[in-house]
């Protein structure tokens, strides 16, 4: 039997489609499986649980955050109420946090609920509420509540119950599970006691009749409880007993006549919270459609705080409270409950605090979703959990705002309220806006418990809860998924994890816990690379490449937990792990290699010997020598071998790991310099050829332990040289070798002792020969350059700039000179790099050090040496130092001047010139520099234009700027031309004049001028004479005549009689067309290009019809000659084009025609000869001919002509298909334009007609009953006599507006203006309003008097007296140039055109367009197509 129940359940989840969910026992949620579930009329009385679940609820801190939230899963939003389209069910989990909610079926409770829908009627599930029991009620207004156990405890109502009530609709069980509180569909609420099963009461009047109870909760006080209906209202309920019996006492909190709510959400105060000072006012949370409250239900009834929501019409609000911890200060913390409510896609968090007997609310975040919230619930302090509208639910870090996971849940079935929120039960009287909204309700059917959530479904009850993090971690280990494992179990180690449960203690203890745990996990992941995920076979590279995966992972987490304990990190690394890679020579290898980029990076500076030890033999062993050196220099000596690890770098040459040795584990900075300095005076004395027998370091050092290899070639010496000259450096500068720092106890006696040991006398055990000063003759002869740089950064120190310091400068230097100067063995060159560094230092320390005079007479003559090329800059740069630090004073100038120029030293020569400012010499040098040529112009123009110069000056460098005109243009013709138009204007024709001999750079200084005019606006440009502008086209036709055609178009200082000729002159004919076209000779432009354009057909043709061999040469020269002729024919279309609007007809035929026959001659003639292709290549041409003189040529005339040639008359209809598709085409465009226009025409007179009948039958109404000139009232009216009233108010009689002058007779038209207003002068300033007077004024006078016969004629003469003959003849000339055909001419010819075109008379219709008085001929007439004001 208990084998058929399991096979049921497991039929009953494969049913619902849960076989993708994690298989679970149900004993991980103590909830055994139920063997033999108990019957319906059995019902089992059993002392409460504990709770439902024995987590306990975590605090954390809430943090402040702000800013947009967008989720890393996209999901549609519900933005219509369109049916949801079925979803692909989709689980995402983010590899950073991993299986966060564990998803299983409450069996037992699924099982008893289907069973009894089955056996006793009891319908599907409606309602569900969770406490220490769980409550689910069903569509027949029975009420199941089971244990813990998944035990059926009591089954409350009856079936008949429900035919009355209706279904259960909203479940609420109180803080101690002793009252159950159910709402039914027909507005019915019923009270239960739950240990005892019985009924307490019966309420039927809480609320209007005729609503369905959506919402019913209990308060913190077990006699208070809300309820919500279908109406929208909120409602509260009393519970008190009273000689002995049971009343519910309702008062409404809310009206749904104000707007309906649709969610509830009192404040419920948990166990670890129960003395918040909040559970004395007992807070209840309100939202409806379009607003959320908050109020107090005690004391008194007060609303609290407001805040409005928007959405969609089909969503609904959404509301849930958590206590949460929030850090106000470094130190202090308070637990305030924070509210969660939001609607659609926004989400909106709110901390409420009580302070000072004030609740306080304070605005925390706010998330902006990408998808539609249909549920939502905490399930601990930091954690929420979402339901969108497509059934998927989300984990969300609050702080964060991340996305945690996203599950369906769509397998699930939800079960919804939607007929309750449509009050089906009671004939559906709710409103339209609640009934679409409710469609997705599932306010009870998610319900939280502690950090549980379950969900009710159609056949099945299901519970999500988070799952520890150890629970987490095992999940990917069970799933083989270790460095998945380790990663999550780092960030739970470094406090990145989010939704964190089952971590107790100080911070010291989760630490300890969790880095025990990441030990076992990393050595048991160790064990599995080594055995079941290590490849079984393959090549060598597969199992290396294996272990390079590996070995990284093992050292990462090894390190990662040595930050806490280094020691634990030693002996787990190179203990445990190490030993067990061991077992496998390669994996051994691996390891000993993936340790490297480690140290290089100093993350790993302690390894134990033994380990460091086979590191050096592996990498000994495969002759990786350089990669031990680069090591080494990375280790913590105090972890080394020293005696093996000198022995090896003596062995080999590992000098940079050598000293590094001596330096850090002796603290010996002199020892490893004396003895390398050694080897390489042993090199040098050798000529570099050395051999192993020679004497080693322990011969000298009389132990005899090490054997010294020397440097055997020359590459290897340069690098022991460099190395030396480096350390050097760095120890003079307090820089450790080769990276890091000395430490600043041992800095000043480092720099001491080096500077000793470089520059000894002799070495402790030289030899009577020993030349003196050995250690730096032998830097000296190694590499004079760098050593002095070396000398010279160390001369920067601040020791050297004591009194101490300036002796042994002073003393270096005298050193310097003995050893190279005074004695032999050193190359001019290398004397001369010390003449240049004793230059440098006498003019950087003013002349501080002391040389012999007649030496510094030899440095002077070194250094400006003409005959030595070498360094050229360098020595340069010494000799204009040591000028500018006056160390040259003594030195006769003129001998310095003469030594410079000799020398070729420039800028030197600047310095001195400049000192007798001989500014224009200055020039000359910048000239003949090579590197500074292009300053020259800077320089120029800042003497002639800068303050500090005199007259005679500028001049001089004038003169001398002109001598070198020439090499100023070669140098950059555009700064000549932009000097010569910003300083030297008024010699441009000087200038001109004196480079025309030389035509190429008169042609590049020229072009340069114009070119600067074009690009540099300048504030005063200057005028270009007539004759210099023709200059440079005469010479632009000689040197660059592609650039003529664009010169000419761009620039008008030119004559044009005279550039005629020029181009002429110069058969330049596209430009000579050009300015016959400009001078107004069309014909003789036309002529021009037509005869250009026939001779290169006649070379077309030529080539065409020699082609016959069609060599890919003679294929190229044809398709040349094509695009000459194309582009020809281009620029006469253009031509013709420019001008045809303004030619009569014949004319334009007089030019088209022609060009046309050119076309059409060559296919008549040799029809015969050429090839189709070729003769396609002439139709092509053709066509574009005919398309491009369409809209000129009327297209009769074209089409007569096309059927008259030979070329097409055949009578082939294919040949001119696509001319003549072509015309009907352009014939639509133009008879739709045509159309286009005059409807736009029409629609724009008739709004123009509208507005002014408008205008016309508006009524005035004065602003007072009396004349505002005779101030007599309208009743007494001469009956010759009327009134005008004017658009202002103003009112006059018309004999009263004549007195004072304010009609004026224009064109035999009466103009009235307002008196008092003024209107005339204003219009006389303005030149508007005087149409819109006399209109105003004539519909006035329509209105109240029809103006006499013989009342206008008296006024003329006020008018001829106010305007003077000029002004009227003025006025009207203005009229005239203003005035433009009307529209109604403009219609009457389109009408007119329309109209024969419509009888058939096509040729009446062109006699219109084409006649001279057509105002569609007027040049000056121009349509403005736009659309018409809107009429209001």
């Known amino acids: 039997m208990a084998e058929g129940k399991q096979g049921e359940s497991q039929g009953l989840s494969e049913g619902l489609g849960l076989d993708e969910m994690e298989q679970l026992d149900d004993s991980e949620f103590d909830l055994p499986e139920v063997v033999a579930p108990p019957s319906l009329e059995s019902i089992l009385n059993e002392p409460d649980d504990d709770s439902f679940n024995l987590d306990e609820q975590n605090l954390?801190?809430?943090?402040?955050?702000?800013?947009?939230?967008?989720?890393?899963?996209?999901?549609?939003?519900?933005?219509?109420?369109?049916?949801?389209?079925?979803?692909?069910?989709?689980?995402v989990q983010y590899a950073s946090h991993g299986s966060i909610l564990r998803h299983v079926v409450l069996k037992g409770v699924s099982a008893q609920v289907m069973s009894a829908a089955d056996r006793v009627d009891a319908g599907m599930p409606t309602a569900m509420a969770v406490s220490h029991l769980v409550a689910i009620g069903s569509s027949h207004g029975l009420i199941l509540v089971f244990d813990p156990k998944q035990v059926l405890k009591w089954c409350l109502g009856s079936t008949a119950v429900g035919a009355q009530y209706g279904a259960v609709s909203a479940l609420s069980i109180n803080h101690?599970?002793?009252?159950?509180?159910?709402?039914?569909?027909?507005?019915?609420?019923?009270?239960?006691?739950?240990?005892?099963?019985?009924?307490?009461?019966?309420?039927?009047?809480?609320?209007?009749?005729?609503?369905?109870?959506?919402?019913?909760?209990?308060?913190?006080?077990?006699?208070?409880?809300?309820?919500?209906?279908?109406?929208?209202?909120?409602?509260?309920?009393?519970?008190?007993?009273?000689?002995?019996?049971?009343?519910?006492?309702s008062r409404c909190l809310f009206s749904g006549a104000r707007g309906?709510?649709?969610?509830?959400?009192?404040?419920?105060?948990?166990?670890?919270?129960?003395?918040?000072?909040?559970?004395?006012?007992?807070?209840?949370?309100?939202?409806?459609?379009?607003?959320?409250?908050?109020?107090?239900?005690?004391?008194?009834?007060?609303?609290?705080?407001?805040?409005?929501?928007?959405?969609?019409?089909?969503?609904?609000?959404?509301?849930?409270?958590?206590?949460?911890?929030?850090?106000?200060?470094?130190?202090?913390?308070?637990?305030?409950?924070?509210?969660?409510?939001?609607?659609?896609?926004?989400?909106?968090?709110?901390?409420?605090?009580?302070?000072?007997?004030?609740?306080?609310?304070?605005?925390?975040?706010?998330?902006?979703?990408?998808?539609?919230?249909?549920a939502v619930t905490w399930v601990n302090s930091r954690t929420l959990v979402l339901v969108d509208a497509y059934e998927k639910v989300h984990v969300l870090d609050v702080r964060t705002e991340e996305e945690l996971e996203v599950i369906d849940i769509s397998d699930v079935q939800l079960v919804y309220a939607s007929s309750f929120f449509k009050s089906l039960a009671t004939g559906g009287n709710v409103s339209k806006a609640l009934a679409l909204a409710g469609e997705r309700a599932c306010y009870n059917s998610v319900v939280s418990f502690s950090n549980q959530l379950l969900f009710l479904g159609t056949k099945s009850i299901h519970v999500m809860t988070i799952r520890t993090w150890m629970e987490r971690i095992d999940l990917l280990v069970k799933q083989n998924k270790y460095i998945e494992a380790l990663s999550m179990a780092e960030s739970f180690y470094l406090g990145r994890a989010r939704a964190v449960v089952g971590l107790h203690g100080g911070l010291d203890r989760r630490t300890q816990i969790i880095a025990d745990k990441m030990l076992d996990l990393l050595l048991t992941y160790v064990d599995v690379s080594m055995t079941t995920q290590c490849p079984a076979s393959g090549k060598i590279e597969v199992l290396v490449q294996h272990y390079q995966t590996v070995v990284p992972v093992c050292v990462d987490y090894c390190l990662l937990l040595g930050k806490r304990n280094p020691t634990l990190m030693k002996d787990i690394l190179f203990g445990g792990i190490y030993d067990r890679f061991c077992q496998d020579p390669i994996a051994r290898g691996v390891f000993l290699e993936c340790l490297e980029p480690y140290i290089l990076n100093d993350n790993l500076r302690s390894v134990t010997p033994q380990v460091m030890k086979d590191f050096m033999e592996h990498y000994q062993h495969k002759g990786l020598l350089q990669n031990i050196e680069a090591c080494i220099v990375h280790m913590d000596v105090a972890n080394l071998d020293v005696h093996q690890v000198v022995v090896m770098c003596w062995l080999h040459g590992l000098y940079d790991a050598l000293i590094y040795i001596y330096n850090k584990g002796m603290q010996d900075y002199i020892t490893p310099l004396e003895e390398l300095l050694r080897v390489l005076q042993s090199a040098i004395k050798s000529n570099k050829q050395l051999t192993d027998d020679q004497t080693s370091l322990a011969a000298r050092q009389k132990d005899r332990l090490f054997k010294l290899k020397l440097p055997k070639s020359k590459k290897q010496l340069i690098k022991l040289g460099n190395k030396l000259l480096v350390y050097i450096s760095c120890c003079l500068a307090g820089r450790a070798y080769p990276l890091g720092d000395i430490p600043p106890n041992l800095v000043d006696t480092v720099k001491s002792e080096v500077f000793k040991c470089v520059t000894v006398l002799h070495t402790k055990d030289g030899t009577e020969g020993e030349q003196t000063y050995p250690y730096l003759r032998t830097l000296v002869q190694f590499d004079t350059r760098e050593f002095l740089n070396v000398l010279a950064l160390a001369f920067e120190e601040p020791e050297f700039n004591t009194e101490e310091g300036m002796r042994q400068r002073q003393r270096i230097v005298d050193i310097l000179l003995q050893v190279m100067v005074e004695s032999v063995g050193f190359t001019p060159t290398q004397v001369g790099c010390l003449f240049t560094f004793l230059a440098r230092q006498m003019a950087r320390h003013e002349n501080s050090i002391l040389v012999n005079r007649l030496l510094f007479e030899q440095v002077l003559e070194f250094l400006a040496s003409p005959e030595d090329d070498s360094r050229h800059e360098e020595r340069q740069q010494a000799l204009l130092e040591l000028l500018n630090a006056g160390g040259l004073q003594q030195v006769d100038e003129e001998k310095l001047l003469s030594l410079a120029e000799n020398a070729r030293f420039y800028r030197v020569c600047e310095l001195l010139y400049e000192k007798r400012r001989d500014f224009d010499k200055i020039?000359?040098?910048?000239?003949?520099?090579?590197?500074?040529?292009?300053?020259?112009?800077?320089?120029?123009?800042?003497?002639?234009?800068?303050?500090?110069?005199?007259?005679?000056?500028?001049?001089?460098?004038?003169?001398?700027?002109?001598?070198?005109?020439?090499?100023?243009?070669?140098?950059?013709?555009?700064?000549?031309?932009?000097?010569?138009?910003?300083?030297?204007?008024?010699?441009?024709?000087?200038?001109?004049?004196?480079?025309?001999?030389?035509?190429?750079?008169?042609?590049?200084?020229?072009?340069?001028?114009?070119?600067?005019?074009?690009?540099?606006?300048?504030?005063?440009?200057?005028?270009?004479e007539p004759s210099v502008t023709e200059k440079y086209i005469d010479l632009m036709c000689r040197y660059n005549p592609q650039g003529v055609m664009a010169f000419l178009k761009n620039n008008d200082t030119y004559r044009l009689e005279e550039t005629l000729q020029i181009c002429r002159k110069h058969k330049s004919l596209e430009a000579t067309a050009y300015l016959l076209e400009k001078a107004g000779d069309v014909q003789g432009a036309f002529n021009i290009m037509l005869e250009t354009l026939v001779s290169k057909v006649k070379v077309l043709n030529q080539l065409m019809l020699s082609d016959s061999a069609n060599t890919p040469t003679q294929d190229s020269q044809t398709q040349v000659a094509v695009s000459s002729v194309q582009t020809n024919l281009l620029v006469i279309i253009q031509i013709l084009q420019r001008n045809s609007g303004k030619m009569q007809e014949e004319e334009r035929e007089g030019l088209w025609f022609p060009l046309m026959e050119v076309m059409l001659s060559p296919q008549r003639k040799h029809r015969d000869s050429l090839s189709q292709e070729q003769i396609q290549a002439y139709k092509d041409l053709t066509r574009h001919v005919l398309n491009s003189m369409m809209g000129y040529i009327a297209l009769p005339s074209i089409l007569q002509k096309i059927m008259q040639d030979p070329a097409y008359n055949t009578g082939k209809f294919g040949e001119i298909r696509e001319l003549l598709l072509g015309m009907l085409d352009t014939y639509n465009y133009e008879q739709t334009l045509l159309k286009t226009t005059n409807s736009l025409l029409s629609h724009d007179l008739h709004w123009s007609l509208c507005n002014l009948k408008a205008a016309v039958n508006k009524g005035l109404v004065p602003r007072q009953e009396d004349c505002g000139v005779c101030g007599q009232h309208f009743s007494i009216t001469e009956e010759q006599d009327s009134v005008i009233v004017f658009s202002c108010g103003h009112a006059y009689h018309t004999s009263c507006l004549q007195s004072v002058g304010c009609c004026h007779m224009i064109e035999g038209t009466p103009h009235w203006s307002c008196s008092l207003c003024n209107v005339a002068r204003r219009e006389a300033k303005t030149g508007r309003g005087r149409t819109l007077s006399w209109s105003s004024a004539t519909a006035a006078s329509k209105q109240v008097e029809p103006l006499p016969s013989g009342a206008v004629s008296q006024p003329r003469s006020h008018g001829d007296a106010l305007l003077s003959p000029q002004q009227e003849l003025s006025y009207s000339q203005l009229q005239k140039s203003f005035k433009g055909p009307s529209r109604l001419a403009i219609l009457a010819e389109l009408k007119r055109a329309a109209k024969y075109e419509d009888s058939g008379k096509p040729q009446d219709q062109k006699k219109i367009f084409s006649s001279s008085s057509s105002i569609l001929q007027n040049e000056n007439f121009q349509l403005k197509v736009a659309a018409p004001p809107v009429i209001e």
């Open 60 to 91: 954390d801190i809430f943090q402040d955050a702000s800013g947009e939230t967008s989720s890393l899963v996209s999901l549609e939003s519900l933005a219509s109420d369109k049916p949801l389209a079925p979803k692909k069910k989709a689980h």
């Open 176 to 249: 101690d599970c002793t009252r159950l509180l159910s709402g039914f569909a027909k507005g019915q609420i019923t009270m239960w006691d739950l240990t005892t099963g019985k009924l307490l009461r019966t309420i039927t009047d809480a609320h209007p009749p005729g609503t369905a109870v959506l919402h019913i909760k209990f308060t913190d006080d077990p006699t208070l409880a809300v309820c919500c209906d279908s109406g929208g209202s909120v409602f509260e309920l009393s519970f008190k007993r009273l000689m002995g019996m049971r009343t519910c006492e």
């Open 260 to 374: 309906e709510v649709t969610a509830i959400e009192p404040l419920l105060a948990t166990e670890s919270v129960q003395d918040h000072p909040m559970k004395e006012v007992s807070l209840l949370a309100m939202a409806s459609l379009s607003k959320m409250l908050i109020v107090s239900l005690k004391p008194h009834l007060k609303v609290l705080f407001a805040h409005p929501l928007k959405g969609e019409p089909t969503t609904l609000p959404v509301l849930a409270w958590q206590f949460v911890m929030i850090q106000i200060t470094d130190t202090t913390r308070i637990v305030d409950p924070v509210l969660a409510f939001g609607r659609g896609n926004k989400l909106f968090f709110f901390q409420v605090s009580y302070q000072e007997d004030e609740i306080k609310f304070s605005a925390l975040q706010k998330m902006e979703l990408q998808y539609v919230i249909i």
């Open 923 to 1024: 020039l000359a040098c910048y000239l003949r520099d090579a590197a500074r040529r292009q300053q020259v112009f800077s320089f120029i123009h800042t003497v002639m234009t800068a303050y500090g110069y005199s007259n005679e000056e500028r001049n001089a460098v004038h003169r001398e700027a002109m001598t070198q005109l020439e090499d100023l243009v070669s140098i950059n013709s555009k700064k000549t031309a932009q000097l010569v138009i910003t300083d030297f204007a008024h010699s441009l024709t000087e200038i001109v004049s004196k480079l025309d001999p030389q035509p190429v750079v008169l042609y590049d200084f020229l072009q340069g001028l114009f070119d600067t005019k074009e690009q540099v606006m300048m504030k005063d440009p200057v005028s270009t």
